[in-house]
């Protein structure tokens, strides 16, 4: 008889902690995870015996190369670039890149972690990658940003393909950036395929997609709240983050009748008493995204909203709260406020920005709380949608792609309650998202044998 990883919790996230030396973050999701699924797998012999949270937790490969670009006073300079192709069982890698200083080997891993649950619960064909750079574009010129993505690309390219893997945008890398490095991988290998999501109108891109990540999160709460027969209208809503995802959910949340009283940046949050309208919205965006501007400049556009220099808006009472901006935003104290303060729901529009103490937090009050690998997989899903539509050379309209978005989130949080449903009126949407995410890639890789 085989020996089985029949070893208990604290056993196996020490031999977490062991192989990963130095990876806080990938250990962190690692245990989130983990702690699930150890409930779930405990009468399942078949996936102790072939091992597979252990593999899941293994990425299949780890790529790291040297980036080399010239800035604009001809210094040479040099960054690090990754792809960590986590697992591919139920479809190519998938997911962002990122171009941040914070990006180090561990915050990749831990990401692609996530992501291989999360595509597995948009119920679409797509594993589980991520990769990026410890790039800093905030104060590059495009000239530089475009060198930047063109070595970048020169070496991931022989890494990725629309049916190995296809990567997108995170944090610091939109559309522009999506387009330098498309135009540098069809230029390398002389192939126009879906190699790349997240892709302008013009050259394969989808509709909604950069609208499908905050909407997709503000549509997974409003399924939360529905549980409870509530909606959004007249609910106060405190979001943090003023980027690409954080702007969405905002602009959603206040078609869907609720009031957004916060936005912020790594340099503190603003606070408008009044509601963000779809006007300020707007000037956020143009603000953020083409002036590369500050939040704190919001204030002078809108003098009745006040800044908090430093601080995240955790503070502010609110009724729904959706972090947006970056992992570990929301620490334990932070959620004990949030209770405190009364709010009741809780979307994650970021990859893991609530601490593990944050967690135990929302779960010890009942909170409806749903993990990122849940809430925010509405861009992701339609990157999968952008695929298809790639591979069938057509372009799907814009009403039959809010619907498909609506109803995967819809599908997504459906997954949750089948795992998560605990009695009593509460869900466990951690717990969901982990078991429903995790089992579709076990069983695949049970298909497949030790490999
Ligand atoms: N970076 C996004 C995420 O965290 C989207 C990935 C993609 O579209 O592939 O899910």
Not at 312 to 319: M, N, S
Request: hydrophobic residues 35%; glycine residues 12%.
């Amino acid at each position: 008889m085989a020996v089985s990883d029949h070893v208990d919790l604290p056993t196996f996230m020490e031999g977490v902690r062991k192989r990963n030396p130095h990876q806080p973050e990938f250990v962190q999701a690692v245990q989130e995870v983990a702690e699930d699924i150890y409930e779930f797998i405990e009468d399942k012999e078949e996936y102790h015996a072939q091992q597979i949270l252990r593999r899941i937790a293994e990425p299949d490969r780890v790529v790291s190369f040297r980036v080399c670009w010239e800035d604009d006073n001809g210094n040479i300079r040099v960054q690090r670039g990754y792809r960590v192709q986590n697992n591919n069982a139920i479809g190519p890698y998938k997911g962002g890149i990122r171009f941040h200083p914070s990006v180090n080997e561990s915050v990749l891993k831990f990401l692609a972690f996530e992501q291989t649950f999360k595509n597995a619960l948009t119920g679409l064909p797509m594993g589980g990658g991520k990769g990026g750079s410890n790039f800093n574009p905030k104060g590059k010129s495009v000239r530089e940003i475009m060198r930047f993505c063109q070595s970048f690309m020169t070496e991931l390219y022989r890494h990725i393909g629309a049916d190995v893997d296809v990567p997108a945008g995170d944090i610091g890398v939109g559309g522009r950036e999506i387009g330098f490095m498309f135009g540098q991988y069809k230029r390398i290998t002389n192939q126009f395929t879906g190699v790349l999501t997240g892709k302008g109108l013009e050259y394969g891109g989808s509709l909604i997609r950069p609208e499908a990540t905050g909407y997709g999160a503000v549509y997974f709460l409003a399924n939360m709240l529905a549980t409870k027969g509530e909606d959004l209208v007249g609910k106060t809503a405190v979001i943090s983050g003023s980027g690409n995802v954080a702007t969405h959910a905002a602009e959603k949340i206040v078609q869907l009748g609720g009031k957004v009283l916060t936005l912020s940046d790594s340099g503190g949050f603003v606070h408008d008493p009044d509601g963000f309208t779809q006007d300020k919205i707007d000037w956020v965006k143009t603000h953020k995204t083409h002036r590369r501007g500050r939040i704190q400049d919001y204030v002078e556009a809108f003098p009745k909203a006040t800044f908090h220099e430093g601080k995240t808006p955790w503070g502010v009472p609110c009724d729904v709260a959706l972090p947006c901006a970056t992992q570990n935003e929301l620490l334990g104290e932070d959620a004990r406020t949030l209770v405190a303060n009364g709010c009741k729901a809780l979307a994650e529009g970021a990859n893991m920005p609530t601490d593990l103490e944050g967690v135990h937090v929302f779960k010890a009050a009942r909170l409806l709380y749903a993990p990122g690998k849940a809430s925010n997989a509405g861009g992701v899903a339609v990157s999968g949608l952008e695929m298809s539509q790639n591979s069938e050379r057509r372009a799907w309209k814009e009403e039959e792609l809010q619907q498909m978005l609506k109803d995967i989130m819809f599908g997504i949080h459906q997954s949750c309650l089948t795992y998560g449903d605990q009695g009593g009126g509460y869900v466990d949407y951690v717990k969901g998202a982990n078991i429903a995410g995790f089992k579709k890639v076990a069983d695949a890789m049970l298909a497949f044998g030790v490999v």
